[in-house]
């Protein structure tokens, strides 16, 4: 392989150990296209997470729970070793078992926050680059900027700007480079690219103004930077080694964004703009459950394809994420990408259908249902309605602190109900918003999970069972805190002849009943 040669060889021009190639781009975003993706470029692994490490002798890719069979699917082995983290494990702590002590890391300043260059750094030599080791002259793009009504976003830039900006003295200046953030505040979005709605751009606050760079500007944006008498606030976790170091000793950090604390507890604009988004997607989900069950010899691309026509017809702008439509073996894939045209429903075939888009307000849905072609098997009873009644208790926790909370009931349902070779193996939920992944909140196994729930805030719960050799079943609404419960944005919409009723407790029963489209 040509261009593992070329990094091995750069290892030991640059006397290194490893090199650490990820997934995000320089405004650290989850999402990109595979062309900018160097962590897939080099494995041909396609999810949206995971890292990858190049030694002298191995690389090994780290991925969670959701991605444990596609990475086996998708590498080659003969190069590449999966490193499949459970739920809890983080990267870092996985390289740490792997690699030796105090070993000199190689990472790229552009795409890896400074909070990651200084967690890596208390356990590696890291040695920055202000280069891409993989991705070489990646044609220009143009970008299609929209401002977003604040009929959908309940308070205008000015507004935010002035919260934002209340702490700032003069000639201090607050530092944003995460584009989800930017985004939000400057209430701009672009639909042009897929799956996103956020625009590409950095910002400089000042304590009476604002400065936007976007793409076209942002060769300005280092000049400006630089030109800052006084205080850089930023947070580590949200800006990249290489604008941390421009900063340089005017560097504050500041414990949190103040944006990314605003743009996750959502005004009731934003509320009412989201009921409206996810009513149409569950409409759009509806057409293909009766698109499934008319229609003989149709695949998994089929259904993917008269999915998106029927977002197009409700509304959407575009997709918030690419559609997973799994068939059986397939369905125990969590992050399932392919959609293929040679994988053709039969009778008795469980189809799981995960699905977002973006609406005119610019805020991501995510729902996921799972249907069946015909009759069902006992197996798919049983797993459809354990995995129910545990999204059912998921909902209906009461006064939850935390999403860590949430997440802990659910294993607890799951313990309660066990099925040999059927495992859950990611966290019960996240955040949403101006991206389908967003924090805070979180529903999971991890420290972020402990962040306190507000009113307003907006999340997924997603509990679900796979087994790899059977199928997976996984079933996700979409919700918001408020008035210290759970309420759901739209009803479940569940498969009844999915169900096993009498697995249900009259407690559940009722829920189910108050979930029920009428």
Not at 39 to 55: E, P, Q, W
Not at 226 to 241: C, T
Not at 324 to 349: F, M, P, Q, T, W
Not at 423 to 438: A, K, P, R
């Amino acid at each position: 392989m040509e261009l593992l040669s070329k990094l091995r060889k750069f290892l030991r021009d640059e006397n290194l150990d490893c090199l650490l190639i990820n997934s995000t781009n320089e405004f650290l975003v989850e999402y990109n296209s595979l062309e900018e993706n160097s962590r897939y470029i080099l494995t041909g692994f396609s999810g949206s997470t995971g890292d990858a490490v190049v030694t002298s002798d191995n690389v090994y890719l780290f991925v969670d729970g959701r991605y444990h069979i596609q990475a086996d699917l998708e590498v080659d082995k003969n190069i590449v070793k999966v490193i499949k983290l459970q739920t809890g494990d983080t990267v870092i702590g996985a390289m740490e078992n792997l690699l030796p002590e105090n070993a000199r890391l190689g990472i790229n300043s552009k795409k890896n926050s400074q909070k990651r260059v200084e967690n890596l750094n208390k356990f590696f030599d890291v040695k920055l680059f202000d280069f891409d080791f993989v991705i070489k002259n990646i044609p220009p793009q143009k970008d299609e900027i929209v401002n977003v009504d604040e009929k959908f976003t309940g308070r205008n830039v000015h507004e935010k700007l002035s919260e934002v900006s209340s702490f700032l003295e003069e000639n201090d200046v607050l530092l944003l480079t995460n584009s989800e953030e930017v985004s939000y505040l400057f209430n701009k979005r672009d639909f042009s690219k897929p799956y996103s709605s956020k625009i590409t751009a950095k910002a400089i606050i000042y304590n009476d103004g604002a400065l936007l760079f976007t793409r076209e500007k942002m060769k300005d944006f280092e000049e400006e930077l630089n030109a800052v008498k006084g205080k850089i606030y930023l947070d580590k976790s949200s800006v990249n080694a290489y604008d941390f170091r421009l900063a340089g000793e005017r560097a504050v950090e500041l414990k949190q964004s103040p944006v990314q604390k605003m743009k996750s507890v959502k005004t009731d604009a934003e509320l009412e703009h989201y009921k409206e988004a996810f009513r149409k997607t569950d409409l759009a989900v509806s057409a293909v459950r009766d698109f499934i069950e008319s229609n003989d010899n149709i695949s998994e691309y089929d259904i993917a394809q008269k999915l998106e026509e029927y977002f197009i017809k409700f509304g959407a702008k575009s997709l918030s994420f690419k559609s997973i439509v799994a068939k059986d073996k397939n369905s125990a894939l969590a992050h399932y990408s392919k959609c293929s045209k040679d994988e053709i429903l039969h009778e008795g075939s469980l189809v799981l259908i995960d699905c977002g888009a973006y609406y005119e307000g610019g805020l991501a849905t995510d729902i996921t249902r799972v249907f069946v072609k015909g009759n069902p098997s006992d197996l798919h009873k049983k797993i459809y309605t354990i995995v129910l009644k545990t999204f059912l208790h998921s909902f209906n926790f009461k006064n939850p602190k935390n999403g860590y909370e949430i997440d802990n009931l659910a294993r607890e349902i799951f313990e309660k109900n066990p099925v040999e070779g059927f495992v859950f193996n990611h966290g019960l939920g996240h955040g949403i918003g101006v991206s389908v992944h967003e924090y805070p909140p979180n529903l999971s196994k991890n420290d972020m999970a402990k962040t306190a729930l507000e009113e307003g805030m907006c999340f997924s719960i997603e509990p679900g069972l796979y087994n790899e050799n059977y199928f997976g079943v996984r079933l996700e609404n979409s919700c918001y805190f408020k008035n210290g419960k759970i309420n759901s944005f739209v009803k479940m919409n569940y498969e009844k002849k999915l169900i096993d009723f009498d697995m249900l407790t009259n407690q559940e029963k009722e829920w189910l009943g108050e979930f029920e489209v009428k």
